[in-house]
C-alpha cells in the first residue's frame, strides 16, 4: 500500500487495512488460521480460509484498531499476540471494558466522534439483524471517516439497512461505503427474523436507494459457515440486475482499493 495514498486493503472477511488521513488503520482483527476458532453452525470451523498474506504486512506501522463489536469473527483471541498491546484501540461503548480485559492499555470507546489528528471518526449505531435474532446479537456500530482531502468512507459494520444508516448516508454523503454482505444465518431464526448482515437482495436494494456517485465495497464473505452469500452469488446477482459494477467493488482478500 503507497505511503500518502487513501487505499484499502481486504484482509479476509471483515478484516481490512486503511490508509487514510495520514494514518494506518486495522478494523475488526480477525487474525486466526484457518479453523483456529469455533464454528457458528458447527459444520466448519472459522475462518474457512487461510490469510493470503505474511502477518508482517498487517501488522507493521499500525496507528490504531477500529473494532465495530467484538464478535469471534471480527475480533478472536490471537489479536494480543500480534499487536503492541499499548496500541490505540477504539471501540463502541459497550466493547471498551471487554478489550481492555484482553490486555489492551489504551483503548478509548467512541461515543459519538473522535479526533485524531486529521482524521475524525463519527459512531453510527446499527442493528445485527431485527427482531429476536438482533436482541441476541447485541449491538454494533459502523463508522464515518473523514479527513482533508480524502473521499469519505462509511463503514457499515455488521449493520443491516435501515433508516438509522439510511440517515447517516443522507447525513455524511460517502464517496465509498464497506458493506458488510455475508448474509449471514442462524437458522432457528433466520426463518422468521432473516439474517443478521446484509445479503445480496438487500446490496441491490442499498445500490437502488443511494446515490449514483457512492460506490460499495463488499466485503465479509467466504470466510464463515453461517455466510450465506458469497463473491459469486453476489456478483450472480448484480449482473441480474444489470448493476454497474464501477459501483460495486468486491475484492479479493489481499486486494488493495485505492480510492
Not at 457458528?40 to 499500525?62: F, N, S, W
Not at 482533508?148 to 449493520?159: K, W
Request: hydrophobic share 35%; net charge negative; aromatic share 6%.
Amino acid at each position: 500500500m503507497e505511503k500518502g495514498k487513501t487505499c484499502i486493503r481486504l484482509i479476509r472477511n471483515a478484516t481490512l487495512r486503511i490508509n487514510y488521513g495520514g494514518k494506518n488503520i486495522l478494523v475488526d482483527p480477525m487474525l486466526a488460521g484457518k479453523g483456529e476458532l469455533e464454528s457458528a453452525l458447527g459444520v466448519y470451523k472459522t475462518p474457512r480460509v487461510h490469510l493470503v498474506m505474511p502477518m508482517d504486512e498487517i501488522t507493521k506501522g499500525l496507528d490504531m484498531v477500529l473494532l465495530t463489536h467484538n464478535h469471534i469473527d471480527h475480533y478472536d483471541p490471537t489479536v494480543k499476540r500480534y499487536l503492541p498491546l499499548d496500541i490505540p484501540f477504539f471501540t463502541q461503548p459497550q466493547d471498551k471494558e471487554f478489550i481492555e480485559q484482553e490486555g489492551f492499555t489504551k483503548v478509548e470507546k467512541i461515543e459519538d466522534n473522535k479526533s485524531v489528528d486529521n482524521l475524525m471518526i463519527y459512531r453510527i449505531p446499527g442493528n445485527h439483524g431485527f427482531g429476536k435474532i438482533g436482541q441476541i446479537m447485541g449491538p454494533v456500530s459502523g463508522y464515518v471517516l473523514t479527513a482533508h482531502e480524502c473521499p469519505t468512507i462509511y463503514i457499515m459494520g455488521d449493520c443491516r439497512w435501515e433508516t438509522g444508516v439510511r440517515k447517516a448516508v443522507e447525513k455524511f454523503k460517502p464517496d465509498y461505503i464497506v458493506v458488510n454482505c455475508g448474509g449471514a444465518i442462524f437458522p432457528e431464526f433466520s426463518k422468521t427474523d432473516g439474517c443478521i448482515i446484509p445479503d445480496e437482495n438487500e446490496v441491490m436494494r442499498i445500490l437502488n436507494e443511494i446515490s449514483d456517485s457512492i460506490k460499495l465495497i463488499a466485503v465479509h464473505m467466504d470466510a464463515t459457515d453461517h455466510g450465506q452469500t458469497s463473491r459469486t452469488i453476489l456478483r450472480n446477482e448484480a449482473l441480474h440486475c444489470h448493476v454497474d459494477m464501477s459501483r460495486l467493488i468486491i475484492p479479493d482478500d489481499g486486494e488493495i482499493i485505492t480510492l
